[in-house]
C-alpha cells in the first residue's frame, strides 16, 4: 500500500505541486474534524469493497493446505496414488 501511495504522488506531483503540512492536533484547527470524518468514512468504504488477498495472505493460506495436506494420510484425504505409467497412457 505504502508504494501504491508512493507511486500516486510522483504521478500527481509531476503535473502540479505538492505540499504536506504537519497539524499538531485536532483542536482549534479549522476543517480538520470534518477532515477527519471524511477521512474515515473513506477507509471503512475502501475495507468495505476490498475483497483481494495480498501476497502474504495467499502465501500463508497455501502453506497451510500444503501442510494439512502432507500431514493428513493420502486415503483419509480420498486422494488415490497413481502411478507413472497410468499418466502416460
Known amino acids: 500500500m505504502r508504494i501504491f501511495i508512493l507511486n500516486k504522488l510522483k504521478q500527481v506531483s509531476s503535473s ?9 492536533s485536532h483542536i482549534d484547527t479549522w476543517g480538520n474534524e470534518e477532515a477527519d470524518a471524511l477521512a474515515k468514512d473513506k477507509a471503512r468504504e475502501v475495507l468495505a469493497t476490498s475483497n483481494s488477498l495480498t501476497y502474504l495472505e495467499l502465501y500463508s493460506a ?17 486422494i488415490e496414488l497413481i502411478s507413472l505409467e497410468d499418466t502416460l497412457l
Open 16 to 24: 502540479c505541486e505538492v505540499h504536506f503540512q504537519w497539524i499538531p
Open 62 to 78: 497455501s502453506k497451510h493446505i500444503n501442510k494439512k495436506t502432507w500431514l493428513v494420510p493420502r486415503f483419509l484425504l480420498g
